[in-house]
């Protein structure tokens, strides 16, 4: 990515954020460069040049990453304006700086499973998001991952969710590496769910996803054996339409 100068670099992150308006050059009242998680107040400011500077000064000093321009996201991903902006408000919230990395992930995913330990099948997922494997996900590693997700074909989410098993990444996936997830997404949920998970029941789901991926019998899974199997397979299909109506 080209280096950007000073006034650039902020007009991009205002852009996104939605306080800055690129017709008129006049800022938002409500600021959203202020780190909630800090314990800081989102400050209301008058019009002006002190305004302009005080931000200015305050993002320059916070943000260590700028994601890339509104318009070539845009172009990146299938999301519309509105939506990136929503959604990096959303990530500028949680990460102040920018970028988030194995263990704020971590941390982020676990409040939505409280009930179990959500710790290892995050560190999955951190890993499938960080496509450059820098050990940081920055907004553009997340949007360009949310909109295969969400606004992706059938064909792309498939390869995003055979990335995501397959852990060491060279092409295929072991019974070793699917029993390692299976095991993790069984902490995530936790040991009081209704009805009780029995201790054999990743290994079995393991042996059950062998069965019908795993054409020809050689122990592992291909990506073109994976992405028979599921379109072949009507409640994946459909759980794969699920994504369409999430944004």
Not at 54 to 75: I, K, N
Not at 216 to 222: F, I, L, R, S
Not at 228 to 246: A, G, P, T
Request: glycine share 6%; net charge negative.
């Amino acid at each position: 990515m080209r280096s950007k100068g000073r006034k650039e670099s902020l007009s991009d992150s205002r852009d996104l954020d939605g306080s800055y308006d690129q017709l008129t050059g006049e800022m938002g009242i409500q600021s959203h460069l202020v780190p909630r998680s800090a314990g800081a107040t989102s400050l209301t400011l008058n019009a002006g040049s002190v305004r302009d500077s005080v931000e200015d000064e305050f993002e320059l000093s916070t943000v260590c990453h700028r994601p890339e321009g509104l318009e070539q996201l845009q172009e990146q991903t299938k999301f519309t304006r509105k939506e990136l902006q929503v959604l990096y408000r959303g990530f500028k919230n949680e990460c102040p700086s920018g970028i988030v990395n194995e263990e704020n992930f971590k941390q982020i995913y676990s409040q939505f499973f409280p009930q179990g330990d959500s710790s290892t099948y995050a560190t999955f997922l951190f890993n499938a998001f960080d496509t450059d494997h820098d050990g940081s996900v920055s907004f553009e590693d997340f949007v360009s991952g949310l909109s295969t997700i969400l606004r992706g074909t059938i064909d792309d989410r498939l390869n995003w969710a055979f990335n995501l098993y397959d852990l060491n990444k060279d092409g295929c996936i072991t019974k070793e590496e699917m029993l390692d997830i299976m095991k993790s997404i069984y902490d995530m949920m936790g040991k009081y769910t209704y009805p009780a998970m029995r201790e054999e029941a990743p290994r079995e789901h393991v042996e059950n996803f062998f069965q019908k991926m795993d054409r020809n019998k050689d122990g592992v899974v291909t990506i073109e054996e994976f992405l028979e199997s599921c379109q072949k397979d009507e409640n994946i299909m459909r759980s794969m339409q699920l994504f369409d109506s999430v944004i």
